[in-house]
């Protein structure tokens, strides 16, 4: 078994957590909470995960959410009609009833809810607003919902840490979606990014001197940072099994 003391529990955890604390946000489930509550295609994404920071501007979600073209953004929270309290509901709604069929398999959801929010409730949420508002947002009971409700704030609370390494490693937003190995320009299009600006996008962040090592310093600073929370909270032994557990979710 791989103990903790010679690998990066965040390094090694990252897909699952992206891909399983991300996966609802484009799921038919999310699609029918939209049309549940009478909103428009593509907008209960922004309007639910909005909501955690109250009622923002268009720009100031653009501008927090970071990867998408503000204009798509304004376009979209334009449409939406559902007040935030509404609107965080059913943003949630949708990760608990997705999260009730797509990690029903899992062994130990209960258990493994509990070690990662012991994890992000003890974390320093400042600098990190929308981590913060679905930190405080209402959860579930059931074991599967609080397992996929725990993922996403684990997944929050990364990518508020890996924004703000990115900054200080100076790297925009926009263009650390080129700079990502996973990701690259062929990701932009699926973030709402058209030509020409999707063609300007790439240009500048290919004029940002060593890009792809100021990319995986913030990486690599990510995974130290998270490495840390998750260690302050837990002990060797939980830390271990949340490893174990998260790895057997993949």
């Not at 990701?183 to 060593?210: F, H, K, M, S, T």
Request: glycine share 8%; proline share 7%; net charge negative.
């Amino acid at each position: 078994m791989t103990s903790v003391s010679d690998a990066s529990v965040a390094a090694e955890t990252r897909a699952v957590v992206q891909r399983l604390g991300g996966a609802f946000m484009t799921s038919p489930e999310l699609a029918e909470q939209e049309a549940a509550a009478g909103q428009p295609a593509r907008t209960l994404y922004f309007s639910g995960r909005a909501a955690a920071l109250g009622a923002p501007t268009p720009l100031v979600v653009a501008e927090t959410f970071g990867v998408f073209p503000p204009k798509m953004v304004e376009l979209l929270l334009g449409r939406a009609t559902l007040l935030p309290e509404a609107a965080l509901a059913a943003y949630l709604e949708a990760l608990w009833q997705w999260s009730r069929t797509s990690l029903a398999g899992a062994t130990t959801p209960d258990r493994t809810a509990d070690l990662l929010l012991t994890a992000v409730d003890a974390a320093d949420a400042s600098g990190l607003p929308v981590f913060a508002g679905l930190r405080a947002a209402a959860r579930p009971d059931d074991g599967p919902e609080r397992l996929g409700h725990a993922l996403m704030l684990l997944r929050e609370l990364r990518g508020g840490l890996h924004f703000a390494a990115l900054r200080a490693c100076g790297v925009p937003l926009p263009a650390a979606v080129v700079a990502n190995p996973g990701a690259g320009p062929a990701r932009l299009p699926q973030l709402g990014w058209r030509e020409p600006d999707a063609a300007a996008l790439v240009a500048a962040a290919g004029a940002i001197p060593n890009l792809a090592v100021r990319w995986a310093a913030a990486e690599d600073a990510t995974n130290l940072r998270t490495d840390e929370i998750l260690a302050a909270a837990l002990d060797t032994d939980e830390l271990t099994e949340l490893h174990m557990a998260l790895l057997a979710l993949d």
